[in-house]
């Protein structure tokens, strides 16, 4: 394929569908990407037409992409096994200012809540300096996909690392069709001013160049449009799910993203999970059994979900002896001190449980950190109950992943701040995820919870789950981006 061959339908996200490893003679190897996103978009199926854009991540990236021609790894040897992907070999101080202090220290805390306010954040000389990068990071991106889009093709830009993206790409190419999504929650107007003045002004401008741009959940939707209205003067019409500004039009639309059931299925069917599958037996007997799954980050609310077990067992002795805990915490992000700092907090409260509780014949926790997913994916198979309990989340694919995985029905005990709750409704058990002793009642009413059901609630989960697989969602959104264009 030419260098300068141009693309009907592009995909832009800062983690890409695949990564770059070394192995131990120094040469490159290409792996799959992690997280959900990767794994969402991972179902658009193999085009000529298609490219995907996406942030070189790593040394080993950077040398792959420099080793390409144009960057693009389909033409320089590399078999992706996705749709070609692109690269972008962004300078290694610029990422780091982008992705950790803008994206992942500023955004991710702004849209889910997550500020101390009485400390953070801090707007000074060093935010500038991030935010500067920012605008290059996503310049970066913009630049990619103006040389590289047919006209009039469709470009799918995701998520907060890449929100001035849509501007910085309208501005170089207006015949683009052009979407944004936001897989994150988005901040209540109140919160979002917290923001300086120009930088939330250039947030929302950013998103509103695109033609369309979505989000997982109603809520999310709402507070954007808000958003928009309060800070930027704009006409919201909330019936069409419509904002004018600056004489261009932006849909508002909710594409909620569900689970590929059968392919999630086949991959927990391998040797691997069945492996897995009896070591948990081993571990866990004839008790019952209580699972989360999570990256360690702040947002999970995984303290105060171990908190709420210690007083489920504090107060409800029956269950000592009688259940385990296996809480899956992966590591994520950990060049950002608050993150590692979380990281750190998980492990002591859990120490602090096994401390007071354990016994040689009983682990009341296990906490593993180690990224295993052949071991998540046994856990979702066995678990009796599921909590996931985040303090504000997109979405949450676990919390549909668990249900659709289940051999015997779990009860799913889920924040109702998770994205995930207004599909999933009253077959889950919903909590206020900052009251630790609902919680731990959550927790009690899933473990008592009878056989029968368990079992239809997990099997109404699991269908409302499987409603729109991955390769629908994307479908539809390249459609109502189609349509948003001609409007
Ligand atoms: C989660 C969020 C996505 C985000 C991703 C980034 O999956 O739901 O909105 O894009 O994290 O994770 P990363 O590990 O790349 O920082």
């Known amino acids: 394929m030419a260098s300068d061959q141009?693309?009907?339908?592009?995909?832009?996200s800062n983690r890409g569908p695949v990564s770059f490893r070394y192995d131990d003679t120094g040469a490159l190897h290409c792996v799959g990407g992690a997280g959900g996103l990767?794994?969402?978009?991972?179902?658009?199926?193999?085009?000529?037409?298609?490219?995907?854009?996406?942030?070189?991540?790593?040394?080993?990236?950077?040398?792959a992409a420099r080793s390409t021609p144009d960057g693009r790894l389909d033409a320089g040897g590399f078999d992706t096994g996705t749709i070609p992907v692109r690269l972008l070999d962004i300078e290694p101080l610029t990422f780091a200012r982008a992705y950790n202090g803008i994206a992942n220290s500023t955004l991710w805390f702004l849209h889910h809540l997550l500020f101390d306010t009485?400390?953070?954040?801090?707007?000074?000389?060093?935010?500038?300096?991030?935010?500067?990068s920012y605008v290059e990071y996503n310049?970066?991106?913009?630049?990619?996909?103006?040389?590289?889009?047919?006209?009039?093709?469709?470009?799918?830009?995701?998520?907060?690392?890449?929100?001035?993206a849509p501007r910085l790409l309208r501005e170089r190419r207006p015949d683009l069709a052009i979407s944004?999504?936001?897989?994150?929650?988005?901040?209540?107007?109140?919160?979002?001013?917290?923001?300086?003045?120009?930088?939330?002004?250039d947030l929302l401008e950013g998103l509103l160049a695109a033609n369309n741009t979505g989000f997982l959940a109603p809520r999310w939707a709402q507070a954007f449009l808000t958003c928009c209205e309060g800070i930027l003067g704009a006409v919201v019409d909330r019936d069409r799910g419509t904002v004018d500004y600056a004489g261009h039009r932006t849909f508002v639309g909710v594409h909620p993203l569900g689970i590929d059931a059968d392919n999630l299925r086949a991959r927990a069917d391998q040797p691997d999970v069945w492996a897995r599958m009896a070591g948990l037996r081993d571990l866990v007997g004839d008790r019952r059994l209580l699972v989360r799954v999570d990256r360690a980050e702040?947002?999970?609310?995984?303290?105060?979900?171990?908190?709420a077990y210690r007083e489920l067992l504090r107060h409800r002795p029956q269950w000592r002896g009688r259940v385990v805990h296996v809480a899956l915490a992966y590591p994520s992000r950990h060049d950002i001190p608050e993150y590692r700092e979380y990281a750190a907090a998980v492990q002591r409260v859990a120490e602090e449980i096994v401390e007071e509780f354990g016994s040689p014949d009983w682990d009341p926790l296990v906490l593993a950190v180690d990224d295993d997913y052949a071991r998540s994916l046994a856990a979702y198979r066995m678990a009796d109950v599921a909590i996931v309990n985040p303090v504000r989340d997109g979405m949450n694919l676990v919390a549909k992943e668990i249900p659709v995985l289940s051999d015997d029905g779990c009860a799913v005990v889920l924040s109702r701040e998770a994205g995930a709750a207004v599909e999933l409704g009253d077959a889950a058990l919903l909590v206020n995820p900052f009251d630790i002793e609902a919680t731990a009642d959550a927790m009690h009413t899933a473990?008592?919870?009878?056989?029968d059901e368990r079992r239809t609630r997990s099997a109404r989960l699991a269908a409302t789950a499987s409603a729109c697989p991955p390769k629908r969602w994307l479908t539809d959104q390249l459609d109502a981006l189609a349509a948003a264009a001609r409007a």
């Open 6 to 12: 141009k693309m009907s339908v592009l995909l832009a």
């Open 38 to 63: 990767s794994s969402a978009l991972a179902a658009i199926p193999r085009q000529e037409n298609a490219l995907w854009v996406a942030a070189a991540l790593s040394d080993a990236d950077r040398l």
């Open 118 to 132: 009485a400390n953070t954040p801090i707007f000074d000389a060093r935010f500038r300096h991030e935010w500067e």
């Open 139 to 164: 310049l970066a991106f913009a630049e990619a996909l103006a040389h590289s889009a047919d006209p009039g093709a469709r470009v799918m830009i995701q998520d907060y690392h890449l929100s001035l």
């Open 180 to 201: 944004h999504f936001s897989h994150t929650p988005w901040a209540p107007a109140d919160y979002f001013r917290l923001l300086p003045d120009d930088v939330a002004v």
């Open 298 to 307: 702040l947002s999970k609310n995984i303290v105060r979900g171990l908190i």
């Open 447 to 451: 473990l008592t919870m009878d056989d």
